[in-house]
């Protein structure tokens, strides 16, 4: 018999305790799934559980934690995981920052030793509160259990209160397994599933903004998570669509205005867009590394205005002439409204600026056609292929996720997003090994849809067991996994870069189709890039979840790869001392453009390579 089965009937308001309150009251908050791994949490679990809330038990909290962040991104309401005590929460750390960097409404509820062992070196003793404060937006240990109710309503209005982010509250052992008469701190739970509105934005800086885009020749939006988690989709196309501005819209936000509008300038060719414009809104949108922070040679010395969710996330080495913070979606609709009042004349027509992203979407797409056609035939898949096929195979309902490093490069570039919401990435963090997990977290939140996950064979081993996950609970997800035998995001570089150090690759040619059929999934290994498309499409048809083994080119690298290849080895010594393949690779993939950036990336890493250095890139 377990410790839960006590003779408490459930839900009584006589007689209850700790674990039963926190089961009830996430029902009464519109909870419907929890994700995780049992422990001390249990009696939390088991109440949900009988409130009907569906339970996602995994085989590594990580994938739960990545699952919670995938189904608060798709639905954008909480994504509540569970873990218990000290080894289970550790599992969760890079999951809850992960979703730090995607506004994502994670809710970790931990189960604790009890607080009598607080500095007793007890049984798994660890403080989630604590560990997780870096990355969490809000954390809190419920000591007393008849504030149980109140503090687990509090996390989930916390999650969601703008701007969104992960939170974690942690249930002593001793806060879980009392009972007695429910004496719970006051709550009416309110149901928690759409993100409580933030402030809206200053009039008059609405005003100034709005006039600024009337009168600019060539201005571009660059939209980010601000506006999905608003639900600012439909204002941000009425705006654009409005005013004639091309945008891009980036991260979850990716697809808030379809990338087949004529508007939406995508990732592959915004680099003119960016570098002609006379005015650029940035638009719920962090400064990060992933734009550079809007920094130099990429971003230019123009006019901004930037629209944040929060005084924090007002970048200041932007030159910025207006600066709005509030909720994205509510401040774009203060945007329209302004420009019905202020857009006198007939509607803006910047034809020759917005003409040019129909030539620079066509010029980009004729190039990728090329790059893919170029390669077709090659003995081992190159990424190109794989990323042409995924590309073509998916249902514009589909959910993509991002997890291989190297192939998810050259798939990114091909896909035209649909809707927001649809590209679940890494993020700021760029772990490998979540695409299981979200996964797993995407088909709960999206049953019926198409979910993909492209996975390396590096990241796939930190997480594999968890296809098991997929096939238990009947999840029909397809895992890609682009089997380069190789941790390819460093190792491939091995004896072009450091000759003497033994190689970490992973065993070569692991089927893992093989290794998974025994689970019962749907299976196939690929080994050549015309069965690339009917592979896929007997994964879809199948019903299963499925898992694709595609041996992949180890040849072929990520981009950054060459950056970091390059300053290694300036560290160590010179390019002249690297072994010609190595300087064969550089010369590859340093194309001139690349090299102020790699240049930038360095000095922000303490190493100066001078430009003579790097010009001999572009001159081999
Ligand atoms: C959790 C985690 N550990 C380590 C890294 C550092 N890293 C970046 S890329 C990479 C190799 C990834 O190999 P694989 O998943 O096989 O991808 P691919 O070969 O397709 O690039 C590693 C280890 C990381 N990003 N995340
Ligand atoms: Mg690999």
Excluded at 70 to 80: E, F, I, M, Q, T
Aim: with cysteine.
């Amino acid at each position: 018999m377990s410790e839960t089965s006590e003779t408490i009937a459930p839900g009584t308001p006589e007689n209850t305790y700790g674990g039963q309150v926190i089961g009830r009251t996430l029902k009464a908050c519109g909870v419907e799934h929890v994700f995780g791994v049992h422990g001390v949490i249990n009696l939390a679990i088991e109440e949900s559980n009988r409130q009907g809330i569906g339970m996602i038990h995994f085989r590594h909290e990580q994938s739960a934690g990545f699952a919670a962040d995938a189904y608060a991104r798709c639905l954008r309401k909480p994504g509540v995981c569970f873990s218990s005590t000290a080894p289970g929460f550790t599992n969760l750390v890079s999951p809850i920052a992960q979703a730090a960097g995607a506004l994502s409404p994670v809710v970790l509820l931990n189960g604790q030793h009890g607080i009598s062992g607080d500095g007793m070196s007890t049984i798994q003793e660890g403080y989630a509160t604590e560990v997780m404060k870096p990355f969490a937006k809000w954390t809190h240990r419920s000591l007393d259990w008849n504030q149980n109710a109140h503090w687990t309503a509090r996390a989930l209005t916390e999650a969601m209160q703008w701007p969104p982010g992960p939170v974690v509250l942690e249930f002593p052992r001793n806060s879980l397994n009392a009972k007695g008469p429910d004496r719970q701190q006051k709550v009416t739970p309110t149901d928690q599933r759409a993100i409580a509105p933030g402030s809206l934005g200053d009039p008059a800086a609405i005003e100034k903004a709005v006039q600024m885009l009337i009168e600019a020749e060539r201005p571009l939006i660059i939209a980010g998570d601000g506006v999905y988690w608003s639900q600012g989709e439909a204002a941000l196309r009425e705006l654009v669509e409005l005013l004639q501005v091309p945008v891009q819209t980036r991260r979850t936000a990716r697809g808030a205005v379809p990338e087949t509008h004529p508007l939406a300038v995508s990732g592959g060719y915004r680099g003119e867009f960016i570098r002609n414009a006379d005015l650029i809104v940035i638009l719920g949108h962090r400064a990060t590394w992933l734009d550079e922070w809007f920094e130099a040679p990429d971003w230019p010395d123009t006019k901004y205005i930037q629209i944040q969710p929060a005084d924090r996330d007002l970048w200041l080495g932007l030159p910025t002439k207006v600066a709005i913070v509030g909720s994205t979606g509510p401040v774009l609709r203060q945007m329209i409204a302004c420009t019905h009042m202020m857009l006198k004349a007939p509607p803006i027509a910047r034809t020759q600026w917005v003409g040019r992203v129909a030539e620079a979407r066509k010029a980009f797409k004729d190039k990728q056609a090329e790059r893919v056609a170029a390669v077709r035939g090659s003995a081992l898949i190159h990424p190109h292929s794989l990323g042409a096929a995924i590309a073509e195979i998916l249902d514009p309902s589909a959910t993509i996720i991002y997890d291989s490093f190297t192939a998810t490069s050259f798939l990114t570039d091909k896909l035209e997003a649909k809707f927001a919401g649809q590209i679940l990435d890494a993020g700021l963090h760029q772990p490998v090994g979540h695409g299981v997990g979200m996964a797993v977290g995407a088909q709960v939140a999206r049953p019926g849809k198409q979910v993909l996950t492209l996975m390396g064979d590096g990241g796939f081993g930190i997480s594999a067991m968890d296809v098991e996950t997929l096939v238990r609970y009947k999840l029909p997800a397809v895992v890609v996994v682009f089997n380069n035998s190789s941790w390819s995001g460093v190792a491939a570089g091995h004896d072009q870069f450091y000759p003497d150090m033994e190689s970490w690759d992973n065993l070569p040619g692991i089927r893992y189709d093989r290794m998974f059929a025994e689970l019962g999934c749907h299976t196939e290994h690929v080994d050549a890039a015309d069965q690339l498309l009917p592979a896929l499409e007997r994964s879809f048809n199948s019903g299963k979840p499925a898992l694709l083994n595609v041996v992949g080119d180890t040849d072929q690298v990520h981009p950054l790869r060459v950056r970091v290849g390059f300053g290694d080895t300036w560290t160590r010594d010179n390019f002249d001392s690297l072994p010609e393949s190595g300087r064969a690779e550089l010369k590859r993939n340093g194309a001139p453009a690349t090299l102020a950036r790699i240049q930038k990336f360095w000095r922000d890493n303490g190493v100066d390579i001078p430009m003579s250095d790097l010009e001999w890139l572009a001159q081999h």
